[in-house]
């Protein structure tokens, strides 16, 4: 295995599974050349004139995609850890004998563990995506055939739209659909909003197969995934479990610091004249976040103020916004709870975006950097403000990139993070593993105090005089490491590198190597 | 110039400016290859991190975009005769001392007669799109450079899909739009409902320009035009006269023999079995489709029958079915009339579509070929049931294909015609154009009777002991021959074709000459 130093100073493979890789250049420093990849051309002289593309089972819809050993095939987390889609999908794959797999899934969960088996016996040769959890740690033990490969939501668009990963079939869960393949998350019993994590797969992939438990008369509304791109339709009896498609973390925090740690960014916002009449802030799920919403509220309504929009992954409180007209829209990439579900498929005014609109690098812009401010979290913010979402101080990479990477664009990003967790240090030296850059960094906001970039001389110049703690962060470093001690480097054999780290562009930010315990 | 005989017999050019065309083969015969068309891939550090992408003037927006002699131009056609931005544009390019551009519109009207003296100048070298009245006259003259390309409204998207035509620069005119160029046609000053016939251009195109009179703050909701596949964005004074932007078409017939035609269709779809429950159909604006509609509505309440969908183009007519809950959508393409307007804005049940979803041969199936029955127009059928949409008996082409050969794909095809227009026959033994091929053209309803193609004999049981005037084609024919007498054959100069009509699939169906007077 060849490494070549980054931009960022960090040792990334030459090579990858077999494919040659650009190593990071520095924030919007590679330029992309050429075309775009594009799907053969079709013709409906090939496809039911009446629209019927029901086929009788997945195998069959495997079948007449043509799945061959080695192929990629992608799946989307909609259902997070409710889908139930996958595994058969799996099982339907190994039944048939395929093996080699590249499996191309927008993020894996721990309800995936049930495919470690498939990875052991080569039915799936490796795993291009997030890893929350079970697969993550498999991963990292080094035990995976091929390499990792995380990309952001916005990287995913990117590496599809721009062809360095090839989608033979893309299997759709969908909520509802129709028999042409039209498809929505955001009605049915396993509704889950929108469907925009699939929608480069339905539009790129050679073969499409939509797999649903609730087949609607021709036509589906709306359609989120276009029949159009379609080639078969399955029906199941369950593609999921509700109670698990919403996510677990949508629930206010009760912790007296992470309520100190909401109420800063809230405070933040203000004083840097960032809540503003028609500014726009991103803010997901989690504890913190969802606390920070229900404290900037406060503050817009005692000030008078309303948004622009919100983005989400939207919550009952983003949704009370909204309908409190304190924002004209939500811009929701994934909807959290069954108020986000419900809310969209009611609300004009609750927009479903994809990667494609919100993050996608390789575009004519995207809704990122026109974001006045992003929060967000980390495992791990070090002292020169680079942040890392996916590993732990351990060395396990336990967690994906989800839109994080690409929310760092917003004019103002803040990382909401507990300097510790468990008694292991947040804040840092220098975080394990490099997945936001710096420069992209603006301020981070712990219950010991809010550090901002020394680079935004304009954020330290607005919020002089704020009753704010503005602290340096090598102060709540040291801080913290009195509290602690200074964290063990985790042991991992760098001869191993296990994962790679894209960058938005597609190049390699970093490198994940094995954990030797 | 060299010709071919196609699978119609009728002779197409082996090359038309410049580029090798296919015959005809017949329905469904052609297989395409290879893949889909592909835009250069952009990066986000090239365009405004704030998303403002407005400049100065459609000039300058010109030169960004890199304008030069022989470049591909797109514009649409949704503000029918009321559109002000394609004469605004040539203007523009005539100040630039461009030439020899090819004019790609999605159609054109009489308000573009203005660019006449472009064609004649030089700075356009032809066009390629419909042309209605004075352009489609100028081209029948032969005074055209170039030959003159007519598509349907599907074949537009699967040429610009399949890469047949390359777009340089797509000029979208947008009734309101944002400074990131999201986009939308069902609101503000210039309201024209949707922007259907733009969506392909603005995928497509290597560079894509956003001109409108209405600006509004990011996020423009909807966006049917995404900005995030716009290069500039140019604010205007008026992109169109409102007044003229609906379609003159939309009052329903006074006279008593078409009245009779609409009430024969309306009868046919009762008789033939076609009005059932769940049933769909589509009807575009012009005098007896909309009375059709009346008079089908009436029976459907009689009968207590409801509409899965209807297709519009839209008119009140059709909104009035959708809000007195005769159908569960509208389906719709383009929207006639002020009232599709504010029904595709209001009600999330009146759906925009595009060529893309409904038309697009070269795609995984389309919507027209789930319709029930499609009644049309044209203005010459033959005995055997061809039918020509594009130029009149006497050799002019003064018309458009729009969606008509796309529509064709129904369940049941249904030509709603005059048997003659001001003395002329529209039932002739040939048609001087052929446009649309007997096999997909199941019946024709004139005043005399109702024709049944020969084909359709599951048609002809249906109607067994209906008392509508079944009858055969040429008995229609012989009657309206004994009254106007046999027309004149056009006067043509079978050396000079002018224009050539494509078939759904790229190939070449017919050829159009130049008339001499």
Redesign the interface.
């Known amino acids: 295995m060849k490494f070549q130093k980054n931009a960022a100073g960090r040792l990334v493979p030459t090579e990858v599974n077999g494919q040659p890789q650009t190593p990071y250049l520095g924030v919007?420093?590679?330029?992309?050349?050429?075309?775009?990849?594009?799907?053969?051309?079709?013709?409906?002289?090939d496809?039911?004139?009446?629209?019927n593309?029901v086929v009788k089972n997945l195998k069959e819809a495997l079948k007449k995609a043509g799945l061959k050993d080695g192929m990629t095939i992608s799946t989307h987390h909609h259902f997070r850890n409710g889908d139930a889609v996958t595994n058969m999908l799996f099982d339907t794959i190994k039944s048939m004998g395929i093996k080699n797999i590249r499996w191309f899934p927008s993020a894996s969960f721990p309800v995936h563990s049930h495919l470690i088996k498939y990875l052991e016996d080569g039915t799936i040769h490796h795993i291009e995506g997030s890893m929350n959890g079970p697969l993550g740690r498999y991963c990292s033990e080094g035990k995976m055939k091929g390499m990792g490969v995380l990309r952001s939501h916005g990287g995913r668009w990117q590496a599809i739209?721009?062809g360095e990963v090839h989608i033979d079939i893309a299997v759709i869960a969908a909520p509802t659909a129709d028999p042409?393949?039209n498809a929505t998350g955001d009605r049915g019993p396993a509704a889950c909003g929108l469907l925009g994590f699939a929608l480069a797969d339905s539009i790129y992939a050679d073969n499409?197969i939509v797999v649903t438990d609730n087949l609607v008369?021709?036509?589906c509304?709306?359609?989120q995934i276009?029949?159009?791109?379609?080639?078969y339709v399955v029906e199941v009896d369950s593609i999921g479990d509700p109670s698990k498609i919403v996510s677990g973390t949508t629930q206010v925090t009760k912790s007296p610091d992470r309520l100190l740690i909401a109420e800063y960014i809230a405070q933040f916002m203000e004083d840097a004249g960032i809540m503003k009449e028609?500014f726009s802030f991103q803010a997901g799920a989690g504890g913190i976040n969802l606390a920070f919403a229900v404290y900037l509220k406060e503050r817009m309504k005692r000030k008078g103020v309303k948004a622009?929009?919100i983005r989400g992954g939207s919550t009952k409180y983003l949704v009370e916004m909204l309908e409190e007209g304190l924002t004209d829209?939500i811009?929701d990439g994934q909807t959290f709870d069954l108020e986000g579900v419900r809310s969209m498929r009611e609300n004009?005014?609750h927009?479903n975006t994809s990667p494609?609109?919100s993050y996608?690098?390789?575009?004519?812009?995207?809704?990122a950097?026109?974001v006045d401010a992003a929060v967000l979290g980390a495992t791990e913010v070090d002292i020169n403000f680079n942040a890392n979402v996916v590993t732990h101080s351990d060395g396990f990479l336990l967690h994906g990139i989800g839109g994080w990477q690409n929310a760092l664009?917003a004019?103002t990003t803040i990382l909401a993070v507990p300097s510790f967790r468990d008694r292991i240090p947040v804040i840092v030296d220098e975080v394990t593993t490099l997945v936001g850059p710096s420069e992209l960094i603006d301020v981070v906001i712990t219950e010991r105090g809010v550090a901002i970039n020394p680079r935004r001389k304009d954020l330290i110049k607005a919020v002089k005089g704020s009753s704010l703690p503005v602290r340096p962060i090598e102060e709540i470093y040291e801080e913290v490491t009195a509290i602690c001690g200074k964290p063990q480097k985790p042991k991992v054999n760098k001869e191993k590198p296990v994962a790679i780290i894209k960058w938005v562009?597609g190049t390699v930010i970093d490198t994940v190597y094995q954990v030797v315990q």
Not at 47 to 51: E, N, Q, V
Not at 360 to 367: D, I, L, P
């Open positions: 919007g420093k590679f330029r992309p050349t050429g075309r775009k990849a594009a799907p053969p051309i079709r013709t409906c002289a496809y039911p004139a009446d629209g593309k739209q721009d042409f393949g499409v008369p021709f036509p509304v709306p359609w276009q029949g159009n791109n379609v080639d028609g622009r929009f829209y811009l004009p005014n927009v494609f609109t996608n690098y390789h575009g004519k812009g995207n809704f950097s026109m664009f004019k562009d």
